[in-house]
């Protein structure tokens, strides 16, 4: 009979104003257990004084319940719907060339040393019509491969003189002994400065020194560079980044108010949607608005795409002025700008934010500075002060319950439950006993009476509640009500909340409002027991 004192919990969690689970962890069995009881016992087995933060506390942590200096409360709702690196954004593909050229050596014979300077002007390929000034690499491999039919020793220089690692000009060294060599080297920390009139271009220097002993001269020689700059990663880059379409994948943001509710609406006076866009990429971005909107995946199933004049189409969004800076665009929507509460009224589940864009949308028309882990990043917050009305806001929730599968020793079950109510909201609770079907096989008041009893707010604009209303609601389970207890597998918990005076006038919450529960049991049984 343990297992009869389960559904209690869930009862005062209920009534606790939106029923979530905060109570349950007040209860604690092993408080009410005994041996060798007396027939007829009476135990109290709740007593709790929950503010608001008790009562919400169960939701996920990422929610924010938000005190103002007045103790007013605001309910913050927020998520990142969107977020893309300038690495993934801009691609630096792998890149490979070929220059070909032949070298005659003057005279006959050549004996002692031929020196001659060979020049290559390469330009990089990139996608989107990205035009470089400057490239700071993190990382990449550069590999050259000479095939050469030179029948003399010969060492080659290789100079790239817009090209310094860490600080150092890059120089690298091909010593030739036969027909091919080749060489590789990293460019962590190479700075690639490229052509002040041709973006993207860099000049490569091939100085050639020959060394012969009077070696027959077969010139003009073939000499065959094969160049490629791989697994190239920038850390830093400054010019022109193109025109990069941003397909800002839909996400949401999830309402938890209303994940148990069925029916009925919360009157919010000043809701508050924001979609705060976080750049450090240092570029023009202009994006639209594809779509917002309110989704309720409950039934009845609705939704409400949300418009009005607060949003911006095209929005062109904030940039940095250089490195290491966070610029922030902000759009704002309230009732007076949209139809934001006209969105909530269906009471959704889910906010759909979809956005797409495109970066330097008016051309090569201001230099671009991006790093590695620059980000643009999208965050909608809904802000909802605890300001308005609700009118038959219906919650509802199933959850496990076990009383037992043999009850026949109880005479009967006496319930009081003491409430003392600081909220201006009226609630009425019923909580239905199922079978492992589903089927209701009983229910806790019968009739249905109201629990709570809204306290009465003062004059506006604040509209503070000062005296808390009591109320105390006994039901009685005799015997043959006792027997639909067993077997009893589920519970439907169903709670309806209105404001004050029918959702009719409005009210603010304070974080000082508190709701005081109490809870009695009375059993009767029709022997001593060993357990209740």
């Not at 035009?131 to 050259?144: A, R, Y």
């Not at 690298?172 to 009139?197: E, Y």
């Not at 207890?485 to 309806?496: F, M, P, S």
Request: glycine share 6%; proline share 5%.
């Amino acid at each position: 009979m343990k297992h009869l004192l389960t559904f209690i919990v869930a009862l005062v969690a209920v009534s606790s104003f939106i029923m979530t689970s905060c109570v349950k962890e007040e209860f604690d069995m092993d408080t009410v257990q005994a041996t060798n009881w007396d027939p007829n016992f009476a135990a109290p087995l709740i007593n709790s004084d929950l503010d608001m933060w008790d009562i919400l506390k169960d939701y996920d942590s990422t929610d924010l319940l938000v005190i103002d200096s007045n103790q007013f409360i605001y309910l913050v709702y927020e998520d990142t719907v969107y977020s893309e690196s300038a690495e993934d954004l801009i691609n630096i593909p792998d890149q490979a060339f070929n220059y070909s050229d032949n070298v005659t050596v003057p005279g006959g014979n050549l004996s002692g040393t031929y020196n001659t300077l060979l020049s290559f002007d390469y330009d990089f390929s990139l996608t989107g019509g990205i035009e470089l000034d400057t490239m700071v690499l993190k990382d990449g491999d550069l590999s050259m491969t000479l095939n050469t039919d030179l029948n003399y020793p010969a060492t080659i220089i290789v100079t790239i003189p817009g090209a310094t690692q860490n600080g150092v000009p890059y120089e690298d060294t091909l010593v030739v002994t036969g027909p091919s060599v080749n060489i590789s080297s990293q460019l962590d920390g190479t700075k690639l400065v490229f052509d002040a009139a041709n973006p993207n271009r860099l000049t490569i220097n091939y100085d050639i020194t020959m060394v012969g002993t009077g070696q027959t001269n077969n010139s003009p020689y073939s000499l065959s560079f094969d160049m490629s700059f791989t697994n190239l990663r920038f850390k830093r880059l400054y010019g022109y980044m193109g025109q990069l379409n941003l397909s800002m994948n839909n996400d949401t943001i999830g309402v938890k108010l209303y994940n148990n509710n069925i029916e009925g609406f919360i009157d919010w006076e000043d809701p508050r949607l924001y979609i705060n866009v976080f750049n450090t990429m240092g570029l023009p971005i202009r994006t639209t608005i594809d779509y917002l909107e309110a989704v309720r995946t409950n039934a009845p199933i609705n939704s409400q795409v949300i418009t009005g004049s607060g949003i911006p189409n095209p929005w062109d969004l904030n940039y940095p002025a250089t490195y290491g800076q966070t610029s922030i665009t902000t759009m704002l929507l309230t009732k007076a700008n949209s139809n934001i509460d006209v969105a909530l009224s269906i009471t959704p589940q889910r906010v759909y934010a979809l956005l797409s864009g495109q970066t330097n949308p008016d051309g090569n028309v201001v230099k671009n500075h991006i790093e590695d882990d620059d980000q643009l990043a999208v965050e909608a917050k809904l802000e909802l002060p605890f300001y308005g009305t609700a009118s038959n806001f219906v919650l509802q929730d199933t959850f496990d319950l076990s009383i037992g599968e043999d009850l026949s020793n109880i005479d009967w079950i006496k319930f009081k439950i003491w409430t003392r109510n600081g909220f201006p909201v009226d609630g009425v609770v019923q909580l239905y006993f199922c079978d492992s079907l589903y089927n209701v096989t009983d229910s806790l008041l019968n009739p249905v009476e109201q629990v709570l009893v809204a306290a009465t707010p003062g004059a506006a604009p604040d509209y503070i509640v000062t005296n808390p209303v009591e109320k105390m609601v006994i039901t009685t389970f005799q015997h043959d009500r006792v027997m639909n207890l067993e077997n009893v597998k589920y519970a439907i918990v169903r709670g309806t909340l209105n404001t004050y005076n029918n959702g009719t006038q409005l009210v603010k919450i304070y974080s000082y409002y508190r709701l005081g529960v109490r809870l009695s049991a009375q059993v009767q049984a029709m022997f001593n027991s060993n357990e209740f």
